[in-house]
């Protein structure tokens, strides 16, 4: 089946520390993968997306991801988190018709 | 704004009471999506057009819920005889094919 999986419900970070959120996708065809981000009260916004090409995908606000095709992963990095980062963020994938999320993972970061 | 358009924003409604959200896409966009996302979870898909053709619909909607896109422009998501387990937001997504999706606000449905 069609799944992306996000292991990290919480994640408290101080500000400057490094950040990764953990993505696993479990599918096959195409992969297509995604990172949103939700701020408190505001609509899901695109961080970056994966379609094909290089692998490490440069997104907006400071943030990138990695495609590794032999761990199934797709995980969200940033070196050094702001407190204007704290959100909820969204790892997805696109099935036939439609875009699958992950539960999601809160990040607060403590100034 | 010329992004997803949602409304109402806020919805309370009693049980057992019809409900009717509405969603504006953004205008070259073909492919509408709808979602529902409860509180500490991803959103879910519920359905899906493409101009006006409703090509998937999720096991999540029930005979209760129906939604519409007629002319292939906006489009509606009704719910009939709300029950307390449809409180959530209710999310609509537009896109141009796949990928490139624009999520509105949302709708967040309260039942009493």
């Known amino acids: 089946a069609q799944s992306v999986s996000q292991h990290n419900h919480h994640v408290i970070l101080s500000e400057a520390a490094s950040l990764e959120l953990g993505c696993n996708y479990s599918y096959g065809g195409t992969v297509n993968l995604f990172w949103y981000v939700q701020y408190p009260g505001q609509h899901l916004q695109l961080l970056l997306k994966y379609f094909s090409g290089d692998p490490l995908v440069k997104g907006i606000k400071g943030f990138e991801a990695e495609f590794i095709k032999s761990k199934f992963s797709f995980n969200l990095r940033k070196p050094s988190v702001q407190w204007s980062d704290t959100a909820e963020y969204f790892c997805a994938g696109t099935g036939a018709n439609n875009l699958f999320f992950g539960t999601g993972t809160r990040l607060t970061v403590i100034p | 704004d010329t992004g997803v358009s949602q409304n109402p924003r806020h919805k309370i409604t009693k049980r057992g009471q019809n409900v009717t959200f509405r969603c504006d896409p953004i205008s070259e966009h073909n492919r509408l999506y709808w979602y529902r996302q409860t509180l500490g979870q991803g959103p879910e898909f519920l359905t899906y057009f493409q101009n006006e053709a409703q090509l998937e619909k999720s096991r999540l909607l029930s005979d209760r819920f129906s939604a519409e896109r007629p002319k292939g422009s906006f489009s509606t998501l009704e719910i009939q005889r709300t029950e307390q387990g449809d409180s959530a937001m209710y999310l609509c997504?537009?896109?141009f094919g796949p990928g490139g999706y624009t999520f509105g606000s949302g709708t967040r449905l309260t039942v009493v």
């Open positions: 997504a537009s896109s």
